[in-house]
């Protein structure tokens, strides 16, 4: 029987993921390597990214895109959050006193277009000012699946929802990417600080949608 899902542990450190993973989540597979250095990742645990609840971390943006949930566990025993639901304000999450992250689960299979583009100011050791991540499936020509997890443009991680129903159901092209472009551009309410300006911000959210149609290319 094939697995539903991949249970990654929150102690595991990044690069353990990373090694264990073997490649089944390509879209970890791109943003392992733009998280910090190896000296952290070497140390950093998917919980505590987690824990921190931070807007601009790395990590939220892909588990938003690849649709998983967090396992929650404390002495009165577990529950699983949709990570869509767990974020619930700047730095604040639906997780109770003497709750931890336990493990994060990874629905398979994995949308088969990836990308995560992090902009930030240097290549390495540095936080994200924007960090967008895309999950797409493209059959005969047209979106079927759509997730796209965003960073650094809201109080919290959040999906692209607005963009997403725009690109779903559509063709993969041009034209497609074109007003998706516009309607990722205008997706969260990107603050004005000292990584960036919330113009610059909303340039790079769009330009991000452009960039993935020129990578990954027409289907
Ligand atoms: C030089 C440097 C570069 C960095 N670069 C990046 C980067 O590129 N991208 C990025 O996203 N972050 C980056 N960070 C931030 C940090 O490394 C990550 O957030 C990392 O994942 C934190 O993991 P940790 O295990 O060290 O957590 P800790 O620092 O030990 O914990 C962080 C918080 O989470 C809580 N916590 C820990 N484990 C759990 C759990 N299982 N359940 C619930 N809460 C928990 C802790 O109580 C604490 O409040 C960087 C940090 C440094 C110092």
Excluded: C
Aim: no cysteine; hydrophobic share 45%.
């Amino acid at each position: 029987m094939r697995a539903e899902h991949v249970e990654i542990g929150a102690a595991l450190t990044l690069s353990e993921v990373e090694r264990l993973l073997a490649g089944r989540l390509p879209l970890l597979d791109a943003v392992l390597p733009q998280f910090a250095s190896r000296l952290i990742r070497n140390g950093a645990t998917i919980g505590g990214n987690l824990g921190t609840a931070s807007p601009i971390g790395d990590l939220p943006p892909a588990l938003l895109a690849l649709d998983a949930s967090v396992v929650l566990v404390s002495a009165a025993g577990e529950r699983e959050v949709p990570l869509d639901g767990y974020f619930t304000g700047y730095r604040r999450t639906v997780r109770g006193p003497g709750e931890l992250v336990r493990a994060v689960r990874v629905p398979l299979p994995p949308a088969p277009v990836a990308a995560f583009h992090k902009i930030a100011k240097r290549r390495f050791d540095d936080i994200s000012s924007v960090a967008v991540a895309f999950a797409l499936d493209v059959a005969d020509g047209m979106v079927t699946r759509a997730a796209v997890g965003l960073g650094g443009v809201a109080a919290t991680p959040v999906r692209a929802t607005a963009t997403e129903a725009a690109l779903l159901g559509r063709p993969w092209d041009e034209e497609t990417v074109r007003a998706g472009a516009e309607v990722l551009a205008g997706e969260g309410t990107p603050l004005d600080d000292h990584r960036a300006s919330a113009a610059y911000r909303r340039a790079m959210l769009g330009q991000s949608l452009r960039r993935l149609f020129h990578e990954a290319g027409a289907a």
